[in-house]
C-alpha cells in the first residue's frame, strides 16, 4: 500500500476511536452534566401549591418551587373570581383570603397560571 493511503487509514480509525470514546462518556456521564442545566428554564415558572378550605374560602401556601429564589404577591393577578391577596414575599403559610367565585391565579409577567378553584 501507499504511504499516504496508510496515513489516511490510521487517520479514520482514530477518528472512528475518538467518536467512540466519547459516545460512551456522553451515555455514562451525560446526565451529570446536563442535570445542572436540567432546568433552568424552571426558575422562570415558580410553581405555588396550595391547600383548599372551602369552608373558610382561603387558599393556604403549603410548598412553592422553586425554592431558591424569592417571589412576590405583587407578581400575582386575579384573573378570575375574587380574593384578598397577601403583600410582600411568598412563604409557605400565607393565606388568600375571602375566596369567592371561581377563582383563576396567574403570574402577571408570564401569563402562567398558577391556580384555579371554585369557591361558588
Request: charged letters at 20%; a negative charge; proline letters at 4%.
Amino acid at each position: 500500500m501507499d504511504k499516504e493511503i496508510k496515513n489516511h487509514i490510521k487517520i479514520i480509525t482514530l477518528l472512528i476511536i475518538v467518536f467512540i470514546i466519547l459516545y460512551f462518556l456522553h451515555i455514562t456521564f451525560g446526565d451529570i452534566f446536563e442535570s445542572q442545566f436540567e432546568h433552568t428554564e424552571f426558575n422562570s415558572e415558580p410553581t405555588i401549591i396550595f391547600q383548599e378550605d372551602h369552608i373558610n374560602n382561603t387558599l393556604t401556601v403549603t410548598e412553592i418551587y422553586p425554592q431558591d429564589r424569592d417571589w412576590h404577591w405583587p407578581e400575582v393577578s386575579i384573573v378570575n373570581g375574587s380574593a384578598t391577596l397577601p403583600y410582600g414575599k411568598i412563604e409557605v403559610g400565607d393565606k388568600i383570603t375571602n375566596c369567592e367565585g371561581y377563582l383563576e391565579l396567574e403570574w402577571g409577567k408570564l401569563g402562567i397560571p398558577i391556580w384555579m378553584a371554585d369557591f361558588r
